[in-house]
């Protein structure tokens, strides 16, 4: 199982609402919902995040990247960390600074 991050930048929150005859009208739950359809089919999950302040997308890439370090550590050793824990123990600095992590 993979544990697949949607990092979505500015403005990516009015998909389907701003010119949509340019834009379409599907939103961007429309696309997270469809991916994770998608993703769960092969048995992976996914997690969801969007803002439109780009030092939070720099702190969730950095928090996915140091998810993805721990993880591939962890391999090399032989140990087993649970994706959904471990990204949520790493993540908890940048929950608590008030941004939001929706795991669906």
Do not use: C
């Not at 990092?7 to 990516?12: D, S, T």
């Not at 696309?31 to 702190?59: I, M, P, S, W």
């Not at 993805?68 to 993540?91: C, K």
């Amino acid at each position: 199982m993979a544990l697949i991050s949607l990092l979505h930048g500015p403005n990516l929150n009015l998909l389907g609402q701003r010119e949509p005859h340019i834009y379409g009208t599907a939103t961007l739950d429309d696309y997270v919902d469809f991916t994770t359809t998608a993703a769960k089919e092969f048995g992976h999950e996914v997690t969801a995040f969007q803002t439109n302040h780009e030092g939070a997308l720099v702190d969730a890439i950095h928090v996915a990247a140091l998810f993805n370090m721990i993880d591939r550590l962890a391999d090399s050793f032989g140990w087993h960390v649970p994706p959904d824990e471990a990204f949520h123990a790493r993540s908890q600095a940048m929950l608590e600074s008030g941004y939001t992590l929706m795991t669906l």
